[in-house]
């Protein structure tokens, strides 16, 4: 599934991105029962080590307890389909890179989500860069990603 390109599109995005700033007021309502956090991704890796963090800071303050739970699998996509499947009531939050949302709509013919519809941004944690490099192997006829 590809995105639309649309003004419209991003300007919902950004809408909710921006819109997420109030997300606090609501873990309020939740604070009595256990917040979990779903890393798409294994214990121990980069992503996990940031979202315990996150949890740390969370306990107690937002709600009673976190639980930060590994759901690994299909790339990250079990983990991303678990958030999705939660109850949309704000106790399951998604702690994840960007590329989940962002890249694998216009890399898989099919998923199971839609980044826009089934997710609302709550808050940016951290920043990373990407690059992509060609060994020596790759012809030189290959300059650019597209070829």
Do not use: W
Request: charged share 20%.
């Amino acid at each position: 599934m590809d995105l639309p390109a649309s003004n419209g599109s991003r300007r919902r995005f950004l809408g909710l991105a921006i819109g997420s700033l109030c997300v606090p007021a609501a873990f309020a309502q939740i604070a009595a029962r256990p917040l979990r956090i779903i890393v798409p991704f294994p214990a121990g890796g980069g992503t996990d080590v940031l979202a315990r963090i996150v949890a740390d800071r969370l306990r107690g303050s937002y709600a009673s307890a976190v639980i930060v739970e590994n759901r690994v699998g299909a790339s990250g996509r079990l983990g991303v389909e678990a958030v999705k499947n939660a109850e949309p009531d704000g106790g399951t939050l998604l702690f994840t890179p960007d590329f989940l949302l962002t890249v694998y709509p216009h890399s898989f013919r099919k998923l199971s989500y839609d980044p826009v519809a089934d997710f609302a941004p709550v808050a940016l944690v951290a920043r990373s860069a990407l690059a992509l490099c060609a060994g020596p192997a790759v012809p030189p006829s290959v300059r650019s990603a597209r070829d």
